[in-house]
């Protein structure tokens, strides 16, 4: 709670950064919770929750959240496997459609075929 109180005045993407950092407060803390594997699933999670929360599906001109975007971009730095990646961010997705329905599923279509196009590229 004291880290989450510190914070709160971050912004989504200065979150994301330190959850994957783990020099940061908030990086350490996790990963003495969970492994790496663990660690990209929430923030992957957490990305869509942002982008949804945040609305950021209105600012890109593909469509794509602009949260979804940068961690997939952030992970591919980190050498993670393209099909990883995918993998995390489908779980987000899953687990957000499930909770919000069917409207959910229809914002994210777009981050959807962005995800496809990795695995194509990448093949």
Do not use: W
């Not at 940068?70 to 459609?97: C, E, G, H």
Request: hydrophobic share 35%.
């Amino acid at each position: 709670m004291r880290i989450v109180c510190n914070n709160q005045g971050l912004k989504p993407l200065q979150v994301i950064t330190q959850m994957l950092s783990p020099k940061s407060e908030l990086g350490s803390h996790l990963r003495k919770v969970y492994n790496d594997e663990q660690m990209f699933k929430i923030v992957s999670i957490y990305s869509q929750f942002a982008d949804d929360l945040y609305g950021s599906f209105n600012f890109t001109s593909d469509g794509v959240g602009v949260f979804a975007k940068s961690v997939v971009r952030r992970l591919k730095n980190r050498k993670v496997d393209p099909q990883q990646i995918v993998s995390y961010s489908y779980d987000a997705i899953d687990r957000l459609s499930n909770a919000f329905g069917s409207s959910y599923s229809n914002e994210v279509k777009a981050t959807k075929d962005s995800l496809s196009k990795l695995i194509e590229v990448n093949a």
